[in-house]
């Protein structure tokens, strides 16, 4: 029964502690013990936090048995990424450099999650500050897909996507600055979502106007993610987009209720060029026509116009130099080559460069305004082929159906970029798998702030088809 309890939705377990029926302390247990379990498999953990947590899962059934009032995630697990600020738990950014690194105060996303009642059980794997799409690091070292050990997890959240995946707690906080967040969520099926820019306070990023970078959720179910997304969500003085927000009502306003008759979804397989897998391609059709049973009227939309990685390095690369050239410069013999190779790549990048950049963000922004005028859903597979090998280097070749090709960013993730300049929200969900069984992922993009229609078409897409039930083949689950 301990190891059934991790693989029950948030949804679920809420459910049970309000009724009494299963305690946070039991849950606890069993998730961390699952945790320890996987770990040695998997590598998705820097840090477990186990006796933290069973003090406050503790605490949680004494509140409960008193009949105080309960969080909306009172007693349920979470996962934070390792980039994102935790109280007395160290936070290492995946860096050697920040091994020994313990913050004095939670990131307002944790905050509310802990204020709400989640109970923090680790800190998840992330290359160095996030600044790849795989996840390894000279402190850790990689960390596996959750299907198959001679794939990559996807990055920079892998850890996140990957202890969702495999059962060990029901809601992960990950971040998102070019797919960061959809990426592994693709690889691992699971659901991941970039909400609207600032829906969700961002109290740790140094450049917060000209942000493309979120804190996002990363769960099985829709159901889950609208739960994170109530806690995380509504203003903070910290981040100047998040000022004025109304609170919004996830949960009930992202139920699966009604129908997409009325509304227009516009897709593309991939950008101008681009390659996409057959097996990916498969399974986008069925997608699409899962969606227009649902009633959607569909169309095809051109895929010019999207070519975006060198708007999106310049901006990133930048971004980083900035940031990181001093720590680069005392620290460069424990940090990894590729790592130093993207901060040498920023040097090519003059002023003029990065503000043209910002301007062509613009004009990307407008010309998916100008699309969602006309549609309301913009759908096309999340990557372009399965999860990579374990093994992928960053500026290596990837394969695409025998095709051989030079540049992973705009081979594999063309798609999840352009949104982080845009601040459109896209969710990636799980649509099938390959012929290795390998999950496949297709992206959903709303209108801007329009993240709980996006929520809402999300869970009648996920009840049409029949994958909740199916898990990787890992100790104490079969694939179903």
Not at 17 to 22: H, L, P, Y
Not at 286 to 298: K, Y
Not at 342 to 364: C, I, N, P
Not at 437 to 457: C, K, S, W
Request: aromatic residues 8%; negative net charge.
């Amino acid at each position: 029964m301990s190891d059934e309890l991790c693989f029950l939705p948030a949804t679920e377990l809420r459910a049970r502690i309000v009724r009494k029926d299963v305690s946070p302390v039991e849950i606890t247990r069993a998730v961390l013990a699952r945790a320890e379990r996987m770990q040695p498999e998997l590598n998705c953990f820097i840090t477990l936090c186990g006796d933290e947590a069973m003090i406050e899962a503790r605490n949680a059934e004494r509140e409960i048995m008193a009949g105080a009032r309960l969080g909306l995630l009172h007693g349920i697990p979470f996962t934070v990424k390792d980039i994102v600020n935790t109280k007395g738990v160290r936070t290492t950014f995946g860096a050697v450099p920040y091994k020994d690194n313990v913050p004095d105060h939670d990131a307002v996303a944790v905050a509310r999650m802990r204020a709400e009642g989640a109970i923090l059980v680790g800190k998840t794997t992330t290359p160095e500050f996030g600044t790849k799409c795989l996840t390894d690091s000279p402190l850790f070292g990689r960390t596996r897909n959750a299907w198959s050990g001679a794939h990559s997890s996807g990055g920079s959240s892998g850890g996140a996507a990957v202890a969702v995946a495999s059962g060990i707690a029901p809601l992960a906080i990950a971040t998102d600055g070019g797919g960061s967040t959809r990426i592994p969520a693709a690889c691992n099926g699971v659901v991941g979502l970039k909400q609207s820019n600032g829906v969700i306070p961002h109290s740790q990023v140094q450049d917060a106007f000209g942000n493309q970078t979120y804190v996002t959720p990363t769960t099985r179910t829709v159901a889950d993610t609208a739960l994170m997304m109530q806690a995380m969500s509504g203003e903070d003085a910290s981040d100047p987009w998040s000022i004025g927000f109304p609170q919004w009502n996830f949960v009930d306003g992202s139920a699966p209720n009604s129908d997409l008759r009325g509304r227009k979804i516009a897709f593309c397989l991939a950008p101008l060029g681009r390659p996409v897998a057959a097996d990916v391609v498969a399974a986008f059709k069925v997608a699409l026509a899962r969606l227009e049973a649902l009633g959607a009227e569909v169309e095809e939309m051109p895929g010019d116009g999207f070519e975006v990685e060198p708007i999106w390095r310049a901006i990133n690369h930048t971004a980083w130099r900035a940031r990181f050239e001093k720590l680069a410069a005392d620290h460069g013999d424990v940090l990894s080559e590729t790592f130093m190779k993207q901060l040498a790549l920023a040097t090519k990048v003059s002023g003029v460069d990065y503000q043209r950049a910002m301007f062509d963000r613009t004009a990307l922004f407008r010309r998916v305004q100008t699309l969602l005028q006309r549609v309301d859903i913009l759908a096309m597979p999340t990557i372009t082929r399965t999860a990579l090998p374990i093994d992928q280097d960053l500026f290596g070749t990837i394969e695409i159906d025998g095709r051989v090709f030079s540049d992973v960013r705009p081979s594999w993730f063309p798609w999840t970029m352009p949104f982080n300049m845009t601040g459109h929200p896209a969710v990636s969900l799980p649509c099938g798998f390959d012929a290795d069984g390998l999950p496949i992922g297709i992206q959903l993009v709303g209108q801007f702030r329009g993240d709980v229609e996006l929520l809402r078409v999300s869970a009648l897409f996920e009840a049409s088809q029949d994958l909740l039930g199916r898990w990787p083949s890992l100790p104490g689950r079969g694939a179903a």
